[in-house]
T-cell receptor, first 112, second 115 residues
């Protein structure tokens, strides 16, 4: 069974204080790993897809990296507007279904 | 603009009542999904559909029903059999092709509460 574990559950940072969010996964062959951002009371918004170990993607202050067992979402010099819940999901390459498995998310609060 | 529209934003259900949540997409996506989100929980899959007139149960399908008569539409009915329906419901869609990214695009959600 595919499993996704995100840590920490919650993270409080001061503006400008860089940090990383972790997504550990076990899957029978990785088709893709996805990062989403979810603001309170809204639907998740797609950020990145990673496919193979060593791959990196960047967008503004966010950088996602992937190894064979985990992914990190690095946040450099965060701003209060980066406050949100960040969700990680994995999609297995085995079987005909394309259903991803989601982690429980990391709630990030950035204080000014 | 292309996207997914969920309605209503807020919904209240009386005991014993069935309620239907609407989900429409104009992204020309083959696959559509319904998730339930509870505080502190991840997204739990209720139902999904990979093609018109076909759908599959997810992890928590009991007490819910769906239909997929049109590619654009995937309504979810919360039946009276669902004893704890209070949650945030999210609809998503994606393309459905081998080797494709299959990124899911989400609607804004419907918050369902019990009166």
């Amino acid at each position: 069974e595919d499993q996704v574990t995100q840590s920490p559950e919650a993270l409080r940072l001061q503006e400008g204080e860089s940090s990383s969010l972790n997504c550990s996964y076990t899957v029978s062959g990785l088709r893709g790993l996805f990062w989403y951002r979810q603001d309170p009371g809204k639907g998740p918004e797609f950020l990145f897809t990673l496919y193979s170990a060593g791959e990196e993607k960047e967008k503004e202050r966010l950088k996602a990296t992937l190894t064979k067992k985990e992914s990190f979402l690095h946040i450099t010099a965060p701003k209060p507007e980066d406050s949100a819940t960040y969700l990680c999901a994995v999609q297995a390459s085995s079987g005909g279904s394309y259903i991803p498995t989601f982690g429980r998310g990391t709630s990030l609060i950035v204080h000014p | 603009d292309g996207g997914i529209t969920q309605s209503p934003k807020y919904l209240f259900r009386k005991e014993g009542q069935n309620v239907t949540l609407s989900c429409e997409q104009n992204l020309n996506h083959d696959a559509m999904y319904w998730y339930r989100q509870d505080p502190g929980q991840g997204l739990r899959l209720i139902y999904y559909s990979q093609i018109v007139n076909d759908f599959q149960k997810g992890d928590i399908a009991e007490g819910y029903s769906v239909s997929r008569e049109k590619k654009e539409s995937f309504p979810l009915t919360v039946t009276s059999a669902q004893k704890n329906p209070t949650a945030f419901y999210l609809c998503a869609s994606s393309i459905q092709r081998p080797l494709a990214k299959n990124i899911q695009y989400f609607g804004a959600g419907t918050r369902l509460s019990v009166l």
